[in-house]
C-alpha cells in the first residue's frame, strides 16, 4: 500500500477481507501521512499483533477491523486483542460493520473497541474518527498541576493515564479513561451526554445513540464495587452523569 514515510508516522493496522476497499483506504490514508499494513483475515490479523514465532513485535496505533471476517466474526478479533498481553491489549481499535443492527456496535463497544463506523463510508470520515482517536491517545500536553486525582480508593494518573482501585489497576480503553479523566476533572457537575462527548473531543453522537452509555456501564465495572449501584459514576435520568465528589 501507498504510504509517506515520516519519523511520526502513525501506524495503522486493518483487518479486512474486502482487499479493494482495503487497498482504496491504505492509499488514502497513506496519502494522509499514516502507514497502513493489511491483512484479509482475523487469524494474520492476530499473529501480526502477537506473533506466534516469539519475534518481538511494536503493537501499531491503531487497529482497523472489520467485524464480518471469512474466518472468525470480528468481535472475536476484538475479544482476543484485549485479552492478549502488554501494551498490545491497549491498542485503539475502531471497528467496521456493514449491519444495522445497533447490537453489534453495542457489543463491539462492550469488548472494548473505542469507536465504530458503518459501511459504505467517506474516507474523510473515517481520517477524521482515526485522528480523533490518536489525539486522545497521544495528547500530552501541560501538565496538569495535580497529575494524580484522588477520589477514595479511586486513583486516576492522567500522566500514567492509568486507574486504580484499592492499589489494583482497573483495565480501561484509551476513549474510556478520557471519558473518565473528562468526569473526574468535573466531579459534582452534572455533565449532558453531548458536554462529556465534547470535552474529549470525540465524534458527534446522534441524540439516541446508545454507545456512550454503553462505555459508561464499562467504566462502571471497572471502578465500582458494585456497579448495579454505582457510587462514583451517577445517573441523573433525562439529563446524564455526574462525578461524585465524595467516595469511599
Known amino acids: 500500500m501507498t504510504t509517506l514515510p515520516s519519523m511520526s508516522t502513525h501506524r495503522l493496522l486493518m483487518i479486512e477481507d474486502d482487499v ?16 497502513v499494513a493489511h491483512m484479509a483475515d482475523g487469524k494474520s490479523g492476530l499473529e501480526r499483533l502477537q506473533p506466534t514465532d516469539g519475534a518481538v513485535s511494536e503493537p501499531p496505533d491503531l487497529v482497523i477491523l472489520d467485524l464480518m471476517l471469512p474466518d472468525m466474526d470480528g468481535l472475536e478479533v ?8 502488554g501494551s498490545t491489549a491497549q491498542v ?3 471497528m467496521l460493520t456493514a449491519k444495522g443492527d445497533p447490537m453489534d456496535r453495542i457489543i463491539g463497544l462492550e469488548l472494548g473497541a473505542d469507536d465504530y463506523l458503518p459501511k459504505p463510508f467517506e474516507p474523510r470520515e473515517l481520517l477524521a474518527r482515526i485522528r480523533a482517536i490518536l489525539r486522545r491517545k497521544g495528547s500530552e500536553g501541560p501538565a496538569p498541576s495535580t497529575a494524580v486525582m484522588r477520589f477514595g480508593s479511586l486513583e ?11 492499589d489494583q489497576a482497573a483495565e480501561l480503553t484509551s476513549y474510556q479513561f478520557d471519558l473518565l479523566v473528562a468526569l473526574a476533572e468535573r466531579a459534582g457537575r452534572v455533565l449532558t451526554r453531548d458536554q462529556i462527548m465534547e470535552a474529549v473531543r470525540g465524534r458527534e453522537l446522534e441524540a439516541f445513540d446508545r454507545s456512550i452509555d454503553v462505555h459508561m456501564g464499562r467504566i462502571r465495572a471497572a471502578i465500582e464495587a458494585d456497579p448495579k449501584n454505582p457510587k462514583r459514576i451517577l445517573t441523573v435520568r433525562g439529563v446524564g452523569y455526574v462525578f461524585a465528589k465524595q467516595q469511599d
Do not use: F, H
Open 20 to 35: 479493494r476497499l482495503a487497498q482504496m483506504v491504505g492509499d488514502y490514508l497513506g496519502n494522509n501521512g499514516l502507514e
Open 156 to 166: 486516576i494518573d492522567r500522566d500514567a493515564r492509568t486507574v486504580a482501585v484499592s
Open 78 to 85: 476484538c475479544r482476543r486483542i484485549r485479552s492478549m498481553p
Open 92 to 94: 485503539p481499535v475502531l
